[in-house]
């Protein structure tokens, strides 16, 4: 069992106890959360903002500096107690000069966010990946606490996946590692947002899902609670999919089904080359819709497996939810601070 309090695999050293406040941030494309964490890592408080979407960096910037002095206000905490501050960003980054390396919706390119948010915080800042930090939160502090070899998956508008090998982050020779969604699992299949041809996440994902109703809708198929979305598949949210589940919509029910058999299969080919003894499953569309989803996806990816291997990995639900990347990028920062 991990010991919750002490230093992690990132190992850092005491906190000074007037700064027992530590700062969790999960930047999305079209929300951002800050969370701000007691020395037990406790919720002290937390606020939600919209993501600009003009993809202008200081304007995002801004967003962020001004949701956590929000967050901040609302815990009645002054910046002076925070010790750090862990960023969870939808980009690989490079993690000893704290730049985001690339986010093609927000514009943020070679960006340098550590230093930026460093100069207007006064704390250390910490960056990740945030499927890597959601990963590590349900690692640390949620659903794989006392694990060693797991891997955490999240769904939502592509497929991101994080991984622990022998109770340490991986990240690869050069930070990319966890791409799950862009294993192909269909040689010519359809076509994927990275430009390649039958990745998982082309037919895992929310968007892949969205496409799928939108074929319905041209079909004279349109479930009920699309009605508004149309034809436009970017309007389609994991709520509607949710309602439509418990409405006992069929063709809802068939969506979820092939994004969650496909998964079965990414799953699948995830256990055949490293071998971990637990998947998390998280993300915006699993949370939502929860045991159909793993139920399928499980049985999928243990009918793509040899029967030795399948028994020997657990398949469960993200514990911490939207609070997995904040928790995890939080744990990263106390741990590597000083």
């Given at each position: 069992m991990i010991d919750e309090t002490a230093d992690g695999p990132h190992s850092g050293g005491d906190m000074d106890n007037d700064k027992r406040y530590t700062i969790g941030f999960d930047l999305g494309g079209t929300k951002m959360l800050s969370v701000v964490f007691d020395a037990d890592y406790k919720v002290i408080a937390q606020e939600k903002a919209r993501?600009?979407?003009?993809?202008?960096p200081a304007v995002i910037l801004e967003a962020m500096d001004a949701t956590v002095r929000k967050s901040l206000k609302t815990a009645g905490i002054a910046f002076d107690r925070v010790n750090c501050a862990g960023i969870g960003v939808p980009s690989p980054v490079d993690r000893a000069a704290g730049i985001v390396i690339s986010t093609p919706n927000m514009g943020l390119f070679q960006y340098p966010m550590k230093k930026e948010l460093e100069a207007k915080w006064g704390v250390p800042v910490f960056l990740e990946n945030d499927t890597n930090a959601g990963t590590y939160g349900e690692f640390r502090r949620g659903a794989g606490k006392g694990k060693k070899h797991m891997a955490g998956i999240f769904v939502g508008t592509g497929i991101?996946?994080?991984?622990?090998?022998?109770?340490?982050?991986?990240?690869?020779a050069s930070g990319y590692a966890g791409e799950v969604g862009h294993l192909i699992i269909m040689e010519g299949g359809p076509l994927c947002g990275c430009g390649q041809y039958g990745c998982l996440e082309a037919f895992s994902s929310r968007t892949a899902m969205a496409k799928d109703a939108?074929?319905?809708?041209?079909?004279?198929?349109?479930?009920s609670v699309f009605k508004q979305a149309g034809s436009d598949f970017?309007?389609?949210?994991?709520?509607?999919f949710e309602l439509g589940l418990k409405e006992n919509d069929p063709n809802v029910r068939k969506i979820i089904e092939r994004s969650?058999?496909?998964?079965?299969?990414?799953?699948?080919?995830?256990?055949?080359?490293?071998?971990?003894?637990l998947i998390v499953l998280g993300g915006g569309l699993v949370d939502r819709i929860g045991m159909p989803y793993l139920e399928t996806a499980r049985a999928s990816m243990q009918g793509h497996l040899m029967a030795g291997i399948a028994k020997s990995v657990t398949v469960v639900l993200s514990e911490?939810?939207?609070l997995a990347v904040p928790l995890g990028a939080a744990c990263i920062a106390r741990e590597e601070t000083k």
């Open positions: 993501t600009p979407p003009d993809g202008d991101g996946a994080g991984i622990i090998l022998d109770g340490k982050l991986y990240c690869g939108v074929a319905l809708a041209s079909a004279g198929n349109m479930p970017k309007l389609y949210k994991s709520k509607m969650a058999w496909h998964m079965g299969v990414g799953m699948a080919n995830l256990v055949n080359i490293l071998n971990p003894e911490l939810k939207e």
